[in-house]
Structures are given as structure tokens and as C-alpha cells.
């Protein structure tokens, strides 16, 4: 994934992350160790997202080839010529992969795509092409599969991104309301001037929110 189309799409939770980083520097009475907790809560929080995207746009790889695939077994399923069912198909496929012609496609089959589980049915489909037997299979139970499969990533990408969004505002108000709180609150200002809460908050601060991150990550593993 190219680091300028990541900026470009994670551009809001970026500038969210400017937000939160000026709060815990706010939070912090020591200004050096504000300023170090600052950055590294930002810095930590922008590489777990590049992770995170990184991943996310794996699995819309893999959605685009399987809405490949669904549709071109859905078209052999109601009979249309195998030619005219893989260029119904190829429209899923922009963005992600480089579109062959059926030539091509019928010359290298097996590694034409990058098909995931799918690559051998495919393979065996355009093999059977050649002796015009694709249309005599049952096509139904690997439709229900894929299906299946597409559905999944679907959720997952989905999930990954709620998931992201919900946390982010959690921890947004979690430390503004931290914020006010010591604002309003002289004794407990007072309190937090004390070097061993400098220290606790660069701690703490700095790997709060990236450590949401990085579960968020783990789970799309």
C-alpha cells in the first residue's frame, strides 16, 4: 500500500490523532516529557494504522476476487458462454488486479490471478473450457462457498473499520473529560505536577490508544 494513498484515506483519524496527542500533551505538567508522550502517542497510533490498512486492503483484495468468481460461476451456472461469463466478471476486479484478456487467461490459468483457495477450481474451469465440458458442472456448492467467504471478508473490513471509529471516540472523550476534570479541580492539578506523574502519563499516554490499535490489528490476522 503506497504511504500517500494511506494518508489520503486515513486523513480524518490522522488529524483525530493530532487531536488526542495535543490533550495528553496538555495532560502532561512537564513539557519535554508532554511534548516526547505527544509525538509518540501519534507516531505509535500512525504506524498501527498503516498496519491496519495494510491488512484491510488485503481483504478487500480477496472480496474482489471472490466477487470475481461468484459472478463468473454465476454465469456459467445460467449457461452463458465461459468467454462471455469471464468478461462479465472482470469489472470486480479493477482497483485490485491488473484485467487479462481470455486469451491470456485460457494460456495461463493457474497463475493469470491471485484467487486465494479458489485459484485450482478456477484453473480447472478454464481447463475444461478448452474441450467445451465447463458447462456440464455443478457450479451451485462452490457459488455457496464463495458466497460464504465474501460475506466474511465483507464483515471483517466492516467490523475493522466500526471498530476503529468507535475507539477512537472513546479515548477522544476519555481524556477531554480527563482534561476538564483537572481543570476544574486546582487540588488535583496540584497533585499531578509531581515528576512521578510526568513519567506515568508519558507511559501510559503514549501507548493508550496505539495499544487499541495494535488489537485491532491482531484481529484481522
Given amino acids: 500500500m503506497k504511504f500517500t494513498i ?7 483519524f490522522l488529524l483525530s490523532y493530532l487531536i488526542l496527542s ?11 516529557l508532554a511534548l516526547v508522550e505527544a509525538v509518540l502517542s501519534f507516531l505509535f497510533s500512525l504506524i498501527m494504522t498503516f498496519q491496519i490498512q495494510k491488512k484491510r486492503e488485503r481483504e478487500k483484495q480477496k472480496l474482489s476476487s471472490y466477487s470475481f468468481l461468484s459472478r463468473f460461476f454465476d454465469g456459467l451456472t445460467l449457461q ?9 466478471s472482470l469489472v470486480y476486479l479493477l482497483g485490485y488486479q491488473e484485467r487479462k484478456s481470455f486469451e491470456e487467461c485460457m494460456d495461463h490459468p493457474d497463475s493469470i490471478y491471485q484467487l486465494y ?3 485450482k477450481a478456477f484453473q480447472e474451469v478454464i ?3 478448452r474441450n467445451d465440458e465447463s458447462l456440464l458442472a455443478d457450479y451451485k456448492p462452490l457459488l455457496v462457498s464463495l458466497n460464504r467467504d465474501a460475506k466474511a471478508c465483507e464483515e471483517k473490513i466492516q467490523k475493522t473499520e466500526e471498530s476503529m471509529k468507535s ?5 477522544l472523550c476519555f481524556f477531554f473529560l480527563c482534561l476538564l476534570f483537572v481543570m476544574i479541580n486546582s487540588a488535583l492539578a496540584e497533585m499531578m505536577k509531581k515528576e512521578v506523574f510526568s513519567f506515568l502519563s508519558l507511559l501510559m499516554g503514549s501507548l493508550f490508544y496505539p495499544s487499541i490499535l495494535y488489537m485491532i490489528q491482531r484481529s484481522l490476522s
Fill in 6 to 12: 494511506f494518508l489520503k484515506e486515513s486523513f480524518p
Fill in 22 to 32: 495535543f490533550f495528553l500533551f496538555l495532560l502532561n505538567p512537564n513539557p519535554i
Fill in 80 to 88: 452463458k458462454p465461459v468467454q462471455r461469463a469471464y468478461e462479465d
Fill in 117 to 119: 483457495d479458489y485459484q
Fill in 127 to 129: 481447463l475444461k473450457a
Fill in 167 to 171: 475507539t477512537l471516540l472513546f479515548t
